[in-house]
């Protein structure tokens, strides 16, 4: 069973900046888009960025201009740099594989924590 290992996460403060990276623990073929979802507390899991096979991105407005997301397609990692980081990005942050087809992967999550 392939797994998504996420590293990257951790304590910040407000305009700070972090590096996400995630690659699986194995060979993944056919990857569709690979992206960061997160999760506040009481809040829904939420898109983050996504980067698809062709390099095209697509980002939450609350992140445009501060997120960039990246991939290496030969190690199938995908990297979320957040700069200006803002309290309200507190969050668990996914990653998530898609495949062409209906499979999907996701990471076990990193804490991502901005402190004012």
Do not use: H
Not at 6 to 28: D, F, H, N
Not at 38 to 61: C, F, H, M, W
Not at 76 to 101: H, I, P, R, W
């Amino acid at each position: 069973q392939v797994q998504l290992v996420e590293s990257g996460g951790g304590l910040v403060q407000a305009g700070g900046s972090l590096r996400l990276s995630c690659a699986p623990s194995g060979s993944i073929f056919r990857i569709n888009a690979m992206g960061w979802y997160r999760q506040a507390p009481g809040k829904q899991r939420e898109l983050v960025a996504v980067i698809y096979s062709g390099g095209s991105t697509n980002y939450a407005d609350s992140v445009k201009g501060r997120f960039t997301i990246s991939r290496d397609n030969a190690k199938n990692t995908v990297y979320l740099q957040m700069n200006s980081l803002k309290t309200e990005d507190t969050a668990v942050y996914y990653c998530n594989v898609k495949l062409f087809g209906i499979a999907t992967y996701w990471g076990q999550g990193t804490q991502v924590t901005v402190s004012s």
